[in-house]
């Protein structure tokens, strides 16, 4: 990034969001058929880059199932309405009715609901079940108190996933030791993707606690508020590019580990996917793309983790609509030109039109800053 | 382009459009009369700069000899409406008259109808009866199907036009052959103009096939979604100026062959026009334009081909209005002051007003990037 | 201006408009009441450096020594509808009443009416009968014809005032010769205002014509549609830059002649009065702050001389509305916060809080860039 | 400030606002509980950075002692109604119910009533008996007239607040002597605060005239318009780093004095607190976020004194509405999501979240310019 200067006592580099950047075709073209988004983290192929985000707007037990089947991964969080309640079901509804007024005070409240174990060990077993791989996703905060738990029910991929997860988390003294990450994940027997984290450093100390993936991200959701909350954001573009060159260093240092970087957040068209990917991420997380599925758990609504907080909500429930199956969204035929269909063959034929076949190289495509938004 | 760092990982150069880009006067002007806007492409002499793009809202046999008699070039679709069906006039005023949520459905499905070859050689002769230049376009995947019908109609240029067209198309192995450009180029009797392209290299490439003609662009018009869709884009005033750069040194590199540029999409206004020639265009093909002709077959509504596509549609049909007939818009006079008409007028006007005599002189006018829009 | 590279192609400096910067205070402060404003251009001097554009909604003979008598100078324009017409009342009414959609015929109608030789006598003669300094304008292409009959009426300030004016104009061969400004100029007995121009270039050969000053800009006003219908503009804060720099360059080359910059255009607020200065202007000719008078022949209406051309208008009839008496605009009070009212006295209250006593030298004052908008 | 060319004759820095940067997080996580967010100035002690900002839609005797409580600073405005009339409760309901079109005059009017000592006397006397520290402000023309009153009356903190503050006022000759700053804080016994000023130069000479802070900005708030009347702004977050870098050579120049950097204007959401202090500032000053508690004196409606001018009014009455008490908007709990309520909450989280755990080391967070907004 490139610094300027914002007075004489602060200095500041420059930070571009996917939406200030396009890609530019090379002098080569390809078939679409001929190119392929595989995309495997440890043990685990999919056919598609694409890891549905751990929203209760996004992912319940049955939706893991069917995005697995398409080829991606579904990762539940385990601290929401499934773990709190026996059925949801009737909660999502109600969510998805709330006047606006209503919402954050409702979240707060249905939130406050304590995690059940017994409903932890349910929800991922009726994944496994499903003949898909399990991912599933606890916050730093309530990882050592679950972690177990979880393990022990048959998770594939562990996600520690917070606003902002470091390798070095500092607690009060008295309180509770915190989470030691590198020793957690040294000690764990599945594969830890962690984030988010959105610089160099972060990113390369959380590499170096061992994670198979790193999450790219804070703040940039479409149901997200956390800039205008806490004042704390980093555009996607820059993100991602910042994270695949620690990436590529933590390669080098650790004689060969591959961390993979994986953009959650701000993907919000079909055309965010390449220019993630573009930026050097290795699959990207949705969460309001697939939140606009007939089948969501959403019903056209969305909303994160961040929203229920007790204190300090930094989030909202946004109404998107919907727009056609998950099946549709992902892999299409599209029914409409404005993104929010057929994702993956609108990766592929970005890959094709640009002359890549494989997503590795595709992360070397040019990308130009565009000023004419 | 001034190249910055996305992040570490990253560089890119800054892209700029023709909104972004203001024409400077110097310190002579002229008589709007004495300008000459002329322009030659082989041996087609032309009076003003401007090709009716292939959209089926644009161009039909009818108004291809319109717009060949104002002095213009307008180029038909061979893969629309006019070579699937034998009267497309109820099919456009339905088309016009359709409720958004039902548009892409129903061109996915109207234009799903095959291509006829006595069609293609039916159009073609209608134009060539009306006593004007006639240009035809195909897309790079049906080229080698239909050239032959195509030049033995009595076509003069031939447009191939895609989203991105490139110089090296890789197929699947088994597929078809793909087709060689420079081939196809070599061995084709009439000249030809060939594009999309955005780039220095991409441009080069296709340069050294032969072409007479590069259309500079894809996804900047204003019925495209390509941005949105796959990612993909350049900002015209840096494409233009880049492919430009590219005709330079083919000049040079060919002993003096000169390609000419043609900027395709991304001329909404007027004044656009002066721009993208001040950027290095030798002439501009325009969509929305001549879609707001009263006499233009999308009767005030107007799309791409990339709208109809099957499985990813990458365009809208848009409501544009009409502002007079296509002369009018061409040549004047103007009732409006909002650049929708009197297109050669404000060309001439511009020129004059800046000093400037003929199209090539002026692609040296000075330009500034504008940060006060 | 820092140049950058549209594309391999083109280079273009960055240029700034009035809204992207702002004005810094110093480490000094004053009271408004030491400040002084006024203003001397040849023989003439002014309390307050402020012009009103020759537009008919806003100088008639009445508001130009209305304007005269509280300290400015009101240009009248010889070529609208006070020298085409004897009564232009009832047809300022009807422009104000217009519905949208007829402005433009309408207007190209009205100002089809011959100019009549008598009626520029008659009308200079009321504002010299008014006791005022008595300046007019006439575009490029009719001061030859009516120059002697404007002097003899008794003409104190000469404007030439076209959308850009240049030193040197070539017309057609076997067209009249066309106006030679160096030779009019030395040859005509009273001072010439001359412009727009907006380059150094430009305003240094318009210097050398002997003007006493330029006006710096075009297409920037409120009215006025020259970047889209031509993609012509410089945005106005490095426009006057830029020409200060050739009036400082000039000072030295002539020897001591003081050629006065005056920005004309894009100074709506009364914050625009400050900084057109701080950029380097000397005063500023204004249209649509004046245009707001309830005394301003438009009634709450603006239009220019560009709007009624009968091939390409250039401008549109904006409704403003009113916000106070002349007096009221220029020297307050003001009973609004948004900028429409008391000029003056913004302008004296943003020379003292930055500590400066007169003009000369608070173009001097230190300005940003504001990214911020 | 990176400094650009605007035009040959101009050159000026690029300046940034507090929307145009974003906090990075760094590798460290902290628990929000361990933050120390408390700030010291003179031998006042504060829990929380946060001053009310002296406006008579925030701070009356009431609020300023119910903020002081909360752990923060509430100043009084000395020339706002609590000292023109005996109870101000009937006008400010009638201002929070004016019609738009009515607001600028009826304030002109209201507060052109004059100013009466034994009011000041008893305002101050309140808040006092209230228990709190007792801060309240005056404008540089009124200080010189009632500061021994306001002292005599036991004021704890003076502060000199008018759009630009300088060290170096120059007033008409024959007019009273001018305020000089500098003997005036020398002989009072009371910590002085003072500004607003905005560029390290102005800071510097408002320091060496023994100030115990500096108050940063003008015109930036929501409820001025000093830019769009005066032209005059620099955007908050450069003015924050300019002025902690002359905070930074004050200290070593003085030989220790630490001048605090008080952010005053353009925070208006919970994230901007943190942004203003990565910046530099060591507390802001807040008008607007606590204009909307419910128990603020404006009834859900904003304004400053700069809305009151009888000449040049440059700002209005804005309708922000009310989201809460005072108390919950400082220290939550918050029941919405878009940085209205929970201010210190967030401020906690932000430094918890980058790693920092007090104010002064939270000044060196990395932020980043963002473009992506």
């Known amino acids: 990034m490139t610094e300027i200067e914002i007075g004489r006592g602060k200095r500041a580099r420059t930070a571009y969001g996917l939406d200030d950047v396009d890609i530019v075709p090379t002098r080569r073209t390809r078939d679409p058929e001929v190119v392929s988004v595989h995309w495997q983290i440890d043990a685990y192929r999919f056919d598609i880059p694409i890891l549905a985000a751990p929203m209760d707007s996004v992912v319940s037990p049955a939706t893991a199932i069917a995005i697995g089947r398409l080829g991606g991964l579904g990762v539940l969080n385990l601290e929401g ?9 009737p909660l999502l509804a109600r969510i998805a009715e709330l006047p606006p007024g209503d919402v954050t005070p409702t979240l707060q409240q249905l939130y406050a609901e304590p995690i059940r174990e017994e409903l932890i060990k349910a929800r991922i077993a009726e994944i496994r079940d ?9 916050s730093p905060a309530r990882t050592a108190q679950f972690a177990q738990t979880v ?32 020793d957690f994940i040294y000690q764990l027997d599945v594969p830890v993707v962690v984030g988010g ?18 999450l790219v991200g804070f703040g940039g959701g479409a149901a997200h508020t ?6 704390i954001r980093v555009p996607m573009a820059s993100a991602i590019a910042d994270v695949a060159a620690a990436r590529r260093d933590y390669l080098d240092e650790s004689g060969g580990r591959y ?21 050097g991420a290795d699959a990207v997380m949705l969460g309001s793309p697939l939140a606009r599925a007939t089948d969501a758990p959403g019903r056209g609504t969305h909303w994160g983790i961040e929203a229920v907080h007790s204190e300090l909500p930094r989030g ?24 929010t269909m057929n994702l993956v063959g609108a990766l592929r034929r970005a890959m094709a039109t640009t002359g890549y076949s494989d997503l590795k190289e595709f992360q070397r495509v040019e990308v130009v800053v565009d000023t004419s938004r």
Not at 197 to 214: D, E, I, K, N, W
Not at 226 to 231: N, Q
Request: hydrophobic content about 45%.
């Open 259 to 279: 961390v993979h970087v994986i953009a959650d957040g701000s993907v919000g068209r079909s055309g965010d996917v390449p220019k993630a990917i573009a930026c």
């Open 316 to 339: 909202d429930r946004v109404v998107l609509g919907t727009v056609g199956t998950t099946e549709q969204i992902l892999l299409g035929p599209s029914r409409t030109a404005d993104g």
């Open 197 to 214: 984290c959105a610089s160099y450093q972060a990113a390369l100390h959380l590499m170096r606690t061992g994670a198979a993936g790193v």
């Open 130 to 138: 499903g003949g898909v791989t399990v991912a599933a996703a606890l």
């Open 151 to 182: 393990v022990d029910a048959g998770v594939d991929l562990f996600v520690i996933r917070g606003t902002t997860v470091s390798a070095q988390h500092v607690s009060p003294a008295g309180a509770p030791e915190p989470l030691n990450l590198k």
């Open 81 to 89: 309405l499934w773990t709190r309640y026996d059925d949801p079901a």
């Open 226 to 231: 956390t800039r205008d909350v806490l004042g």
